[in-house]
């Protein structure tokens, strides 16, 4: 009998932890539910007088994603806005691109490089380091997170993604929709720099606000994802028929993992982030994307041409983009466009914030 009260305060421990976390599973969601608002990054400034004669290039980690084709976008309706020249360079996802629009941007004596949507600079050291000595700005957009990585000191600045929020709404809707007995399969690649943070926010969220979930984390290179996700998703499935969640750190990898769910059987559903547009295509068509965390990428474009303006103009620095994570579900896909867009369904609150913050009417 000695051991009843400690059994039974151990119980009661698990079950106030677990109501906690799913009280706050429930928040986190509501939260991110509601629709975009514009939080100015930093003091208003008069954009078009500091950028008369500078100019600025853009390299995305590769213009055949869409998704940093949309943000390189952004950066393009903004320099139109403010009235200054961007380039916007073409990559394939390879570095010799990389290098070659780096000595593009410091033959043709540009002000600013901003590496975008992933690209990681670790590759490219030293050509950051010979651009920066021809006193060329470096800056990555979108790449790092803003709690959890440090923005390495070869590049002058970062405006960075608040990864761990996005990973955690993640587990938190999982955590909801089954009242926290997920049993996740995590994917991701973790050669992109923001994989880390995404992976971790998620199952760490699971681990910490969900005594009984249980995750498995699967890497798949970006380079392997329509040969080798399709196998690993389905042979997991296969193996264990109760897991009833495939989180994918990268919405894109759902062309691969539906299938893999269909031919196992499984009623497995999917969540994930990006908010890419074929895959809310897929969550308004059919049933087993669950739920999307996007953010507009226009937005994220100017953002980035906000913080890096600044940077030039010698104001103070922004460090974090302010673009809010928003929330895809059946019940406001259809915001988003049919077929769905990356800047539909989240307003367009921001592009009047940042005229107004720029001092544009």
């Not at 290179?221 to 109760?242: F, I, R, Y």
Request: hydrophobic share 45%; proline share 6%; aromatic share 8%.
């Amino acid at each position: 009998m000695k051991f009843i009260k400690p059994v039974i305060a151990i119980a009661c421990s698990w079950a106030l932890t677990a109501n906690a976390g799913m009280d706050e599973a429930v928040a986190l969601i509501e939260k991110h539910s509601q629709l975009p608002t514009f939080e100015a990054p930093g003091d208003a400034f008069d954009a078009k007088a500091c950028m008369a004669d500078k100019k600025m290039f853009v390299i995305p980690l590769t213009n055949a994603n869409p998704f940093n084709a949309a943000i390189s976008r952004g950066f393009v309706e903004a320099a139109g806005i403010v009235g200054f020249e961007l380039r916007d360079w073409e990559t394939q996802m390879d570095p010799a691109g990389w290098i070659q629009g780096i000595n593009t941007a410091v033959a043709e004596k540009f002000d600013l490089i901003d590496m975008q949507g992933g690209l990681p600079p670790e590759f490219l050291v030293p050509q950051i380091t010979e651009a920066r000595t021809a006193g060329i700005k470096v800056t990555a957009t979108h790449n790092y997170d803003a709690s959890t990585q440090k923005v390495p000191e070869f590049l002058d600045n970062g405006a960075n993604t608040d990864y761990v929020t996005v990973g955690q709404i993640i587990a938190a809707w999982a955590i909801v929709q089954t009242g926290g007995k997920v049993n996740a399969l995590v994917l991701g690649p973790d050669e992109i720099t923001p994989t880390a943070p995404l992976r971790d926010a998620i199952i760490g969220y699971l681990e910490e606000h969900c005594p009984d979930c249980k995750s498995k984390y699967i890497n798949v290179p970006v380079n392997d994802w329509a040969t080798k996700t399709q196998p690993a998703v389905q042979n997991a499935l296969l193996a264990d028929p109760s897991i009833n969640y495939v989180l994918p750190v990268y919405d894109s990898l759902s062309q691969f993992i539906v299938p893999a769910i269909q031919i196992a059987g499984s009623k497995a559903k999917i969540v994930s982030y990006n908010g890419t547009p074929f895959v809310l295509d897929m969550m308004r068509e059919g049933d087993i994307v669950e739920m999307n965390v996007g953010e507009s990428l226009g937005w994220v474009g100017m953002a980035g041409t906000d913080a890096n303006m600044r940077l030039l103009c010698g104001l103070d620095a922004v460090t974090r983009l302010n673009t809010p994570a928003y929330i895809f579900t059946d019940d406001n896909v259809e915001t988003a466009g049919n077929p769905a867009t990356f800047n539909d369904g989240y307003g367009d609150v921001h592009i009047d914030g940042f005229k107004k913050l720029w001092g544009i009417e």
